[in-house]
């Protein structure tokens, strides 16, 4: 049991490059979320999905995409990376309906310098 | 929307000495209050979590007390050991029994257990 397993781990990109940041959980998990944390900031939510085929904005949408065509797998998408993204990106999971009232679990995260 | 302030940024505390970190929110229909440990190049990990419906909750050396009236919670570790240095986050969602109601993060807490 994986848990939920993050790819790359780390990742230099140009600005204007595009990258797709990579989360797949093994739990069955319904709830998938992206955050991303900031020195000072703690974690702000970016995307989230509460199944496959429904995805919806968090706090911090602006230049991400994302996905989900299967329950394991939520990736995240950048389309034209900005400095502005360096950042370290988390990827969440938890089961039922509300992934806001249920534990969180969460990857190692992908630390990603934009240059 | 709501809005998590955390307290201190940093403490630090003689090994066997207890440590306590306060958080408040700002809405009132809050009614899940997470606490997660984040280890150095890992991602958070849910250590302690309660609802509304609960004043206080332990699990060994770690106690989560709630406050619905003033709009603040607490983590209290008692009896602190080496391995208890980690940022601490704390969070706080409105679950509607709906949709994906989010979690708002505070900023952190860097706990440091001075040997």
């Known amino acids: 049991n994986a848990g939920v397993t993050q790819t790359p781990k780390f990742q230099v990109l140009k600005t204007g490059q595009s990258m797709t940041l990579q989360c797949a959980q093994d739990?069955?998990?319904?709830?998938m979320s992206w955050y991303r944390q900031d020195p000072g900031m703690g974690l702000r939510l970016i995307h989230y999905?509460?199944?496959?085929?429904?995805?919806d904005q968090g706090e911090v949408p602006n230049g991400y995409n994302v996905s989900r065509s299967t329950t394991e797998d939520f990736p995240l998408r950048l389309l034209s990376a900005a400095p502005s993204q360096t950042s370290v990106y988390f990827c969440?999971?938890?089961?039922?309906?509300?992934?806001?009232?249920?534990?969180?679990?969460f990857g190692d995260g992908t630390r990603l310098s934009i240059l | 929307g709501e809005n998590v302030e955390q307290h201190p940024s940093t403490l630090s505390v003689q090994e066997g000495d207890s440590a306590v970190i306060k958080c408040t929110y700002s809405?009132?229909?809050?009614?899940?209050f997470p606490w997660y440990k984040q280890e150095l190049g890992k991602g958070p990990q849910l250590i302690i979590d309660?609802?509304?419906?609960?004043g206080e909750k332990k699990d060994q050396r770690i106690a989560v007390t709630l406050n619905k009236t003033a709009k603040h919670f607490s983590l209290h570790i008692t009896e602190t050991q080496p391995e208890d240095s980690a940022v601490y986050f704390c969070?706080?969602?409105?679950?509607?029994?709906?949709?994906?109601?989010?979690?708002?993060f505070g900023k952190g807490t860097h706990l440091i257990i001075q040997p």
């Open positions: 969440a999971s938890s089961p039922g309906h509300s992934y806001g009232n249920q534990p969180q679990h």
């Open positions: 739990m069955n998990h319904e709830y």
């Open positions: 999905s509460v199944g496959a085929g429904i995805t």
């Open positions: 809405d009132s229909a809050s009614n899940y």
């Open positions: 309660i609802r509304s419906n609960v």
């Open positions: 969070a706080a969602s409105i679950y509607s029994g709906g949709g994906a109601d989010g979690l708002t």
